[in-house]
């Protein structure tokens, strides 16, 4: 089983509908975070979250929102698709007591809005 | 701010060629460095890093220098193979805060 499982892997919804990403991990690391790959663009960092009571805005966090419901799960939401979100999202985790610079990635989600 | 650039793919190679991807990097401090892979319909994972200058990583045959005086990390392999395929980026991590910065990525093609 992945250590990093995101939930769905592909999703197509509309514009105006809010949908949420789902992210867990069995790796019992303490730091989560949400990236969007763009084509040309790389990854760019949505939100992190260092531990469940810290939650942090990345570079691009219009639009998204998150909950770190516990230390093994943490969800992204957007409230109201638009299309510019069309992008493959990835969750990530790093251990603190570890080499805290390695992130852990999910296999990704793929989101189209329509 | 902290950057990372790379260069333009795709890049395509037969079977057995000598890689180089160009990385340099815009950081204050002494940022750790970082290549990481993505295959195919797979989450990116790390494949080597170097954290102070002249420091060299490797792994699966591929290897990259630490160079503060040009601010590069080139990535290298003497002989690569189909299944190197993939996404290629290039990462930082500057002290202080264990956040990633990400170059744009480049794309491999290795032909039989």
């Known amino acids: 089983d992945a250590d990093v499982t995101q939930t769905p892997r592909n999703r197509i919804t509309k514009t105006g509908k809010r949908i949420m990403l789902e992210c867990s991990q069995t790796?019992?690391?303490?730091?989560m975070y949400w990236y969007r790959q763009d084509p040309g663009l790389g990854l760019r960092l949505i939100y992190y979250?260092?531990?469940?009571?810290?939650?942090n805005k990345g570079e691009i966090s219009d639009g998204y929102s998150v909950s770190r419901q516990a230390q093994a799960k943490f969800s992204l939401s957007l409230e109201s698709a638009i299309p510019n979100q069309t992008a493959l999202y990835f969750c990530?985790?790093?251990?603190?007591?570890?080499?805290?610079?390695?992130?852990?990635f999910g296999a990704g989600t793929r989101l189209s809005v329509l | 701010g902290d950057s990372v650039t790379q260069m333009e793919g795709p890049v395509t190679l037969s079977e057995e060629a000598f890689l180089t991807i160009n990385c340099t990097y815009t950081?204050?401090?002494?940022?750790?460095l970082f290549w990481y892979v993505q295959y195919p319909g797979e989450g990116l994972q790390l494949l080597l890093k170097?954290?102070?200058?002249?420091d060299k990583g490797s792994n699966k045959g591929f290897e990259a220098t630490y160079r503060k005086e040009t601010t590069s990390f080139h990535l290298e392999k003497g002989s690569v193979q189909v299944s190197d395929s993939a996404v290629y980026f290039c990462?930082?991590?500057?002290?202080?805060?264990?956040?990633?910065?990400f170059g744009t990525g480049t794309r491999l093609l290795v032909s039989p």
């Open positions: 990530a985790t790093s251990d603190h007591r570890g080499d805290k610079n390695i992130q852990y």
């Open positions: 790796k019992g690391h303490d730091r």
């Open positions: 979250s260092f531990d469940v009571k810290d939650i």
């Open positions: 950081a204050t401090g002494y940022p750790s």
């Open positions: 170097a954290t102070k200058a002249d």
């Open positions: 990462a930082l991590s500057n002290t202080g805060f264990q956040k990633l910065v």
